[in-house]
């Protein structure tokens, strides 16, 4: 039996675009009042690409994936399939946990990128559009705080995040209780 996990990428960029958005008005609202308009993209590339990004991702990974992941082996113990595999020798953490713990890691950072992406287009959006920006004051100061080493340690971050949402959530999996009895029973 093969299983197929869909990740909504489309709602995704819908969540991030609206912390970019909260951030994009919070930034341009303080930044207006000190005179500091055209410090706004780059506030804009500090707060989204650090901060608000890992944890966008880690929320997608816990949220759609954790559920699955917790619900897929909670439904194996509850039909004694993880018995079935000790039985015969699999060693269940290596079959069932270890592919997700590596799956989750793997697109928590692939997610990472492109929320920011989502989340600084977000951000320019109500810069530029609603509060009457310019692009160019947006986008210029991008390079003064900027730098690769932030977008590294923000992809480290959210494979950090998608290692512990996929533990927790396999934990709890595989620790369930209750036999087909506790399912069934209203």
Not at 51 to 71: D, F, K, Q, W
Not at 90 to 100: A, Q, Y
Not at 139 to 158: C, E, H, R, Y
Request: charge should be positive.
């Amino acid at each position: 039996m093969v299983h197929r996990e869909r990740l909504d990428v489309p709602r995704g960029s819908g969540l991030h675009r609206a912390f970019g958005a909260t951030i994009a008005l919070q930034v341009g609202n303080v930044a207006r009042q000190l005179g500091a308009e055209s410090q706004t993209g780059a506030a804009m590339v500090l707060a989204v690409v650090r901060e608000a990004a890992p944890i966008v991702a880690a929320l997608l990974i816990s949220g759609a994936g954790g559920s699955a992941m917790c619900a897929d082996i909670g439904s194996r113990k509850i039909r004694d399939e993880i018995s079935a595999m000790e039985v015969l020798a699999v060693n269940p953490i290596k079959t069932l946990v270890v592919p997700r713990i590596w799956a989750a890691i793997f697109v928590a950072m692939l997610l990472d990128g492109f929320v920011s992406v989502a989340g600084i287009a977000g951000g320019y959006f109500f810069n530029v559009v609603i509060q009457g920006g310019t692009p160019g004051a947006y986008l210029a100061p991008f390079s003064l705080l900027a730098q690769t080493a932030d977008l590294i340690v923000a992809i480290g971050k959210a494979g950090i995040f998608g290692l512990i949402a996929a533990m927790v959530a396999c934990y709890f999996g595989f620790y369930a209780k209750g036999g087909p009895r506790a399912w069934a029973t209203p």
